[in-house]
Nanobody, 128 residues
Framework: QLQLVETGGGLVQPGGSLTLSCAAS????????IGWIRQAPGKEREELPC????????YYKDSVKGRFTISRDEAKTTVYLQINSLKFEDSGVYYC?????????????????????WGRGIRVTVSS
């Protein structure tokens, strides 16, 4: 059974950068789509980029293009989310989640397909 663990969160200053990691155990990621999701205080859950574990193809909705970069390692065991030019509104709990492979992962970002497995989340606080 696939298990996901997020690391790399913490307190960061506005304008800085941060890389979150999502480590998989129980299976490699080549049979999965992996996405990042943010839950900010008082706000609706927001789907961030997603990536196919097999070929690395990713999808970004317009609101996160430019500052967010999703990637995975060659061993297909870890997915990363790099966030640049951090803003106060980037604060929240970041989750990685996994679902089955689809032609592209836009369906997950658009919530047409739900993720099957979730990590416990990692908190990011952007503060000066």
């Amino acid at each position: 059974q696939l298990q996901l663990v997020e690391t790399g969160g913490g307190l960061v200053q506005p304008g800085g950068s941060l890389t979150l990691s999502c480590a998989a155990s129980g299976n490699t990621l080549d049979k999965y789509t992996i996405g990042w999701i943010r839950q900010a205080p008082g706000k609706e859950r927001e789907e961030l980029p997603c990536i196919r574990g097999d070929d690395g193809r990713s999808y970004y909705k317009d609101s996160v293009k430019g500052r967010f970069t999703i990637s995975r390692d060659e061993a297909k065991t870890t997915v990363y989310l790099q966030i640049n030019s951090l803003k106060f509104e980037d604060s929240g709990v970041y989750y990685c989640a996994a679902g089955g492979l689809t032609d592209d992962c836009e369906a997950y970002v658009g919530r047409r397909i739900p993720y099957d497995a979730w990590g416990r989340g990692i908190r990011v606080t952007v503060s000066s």
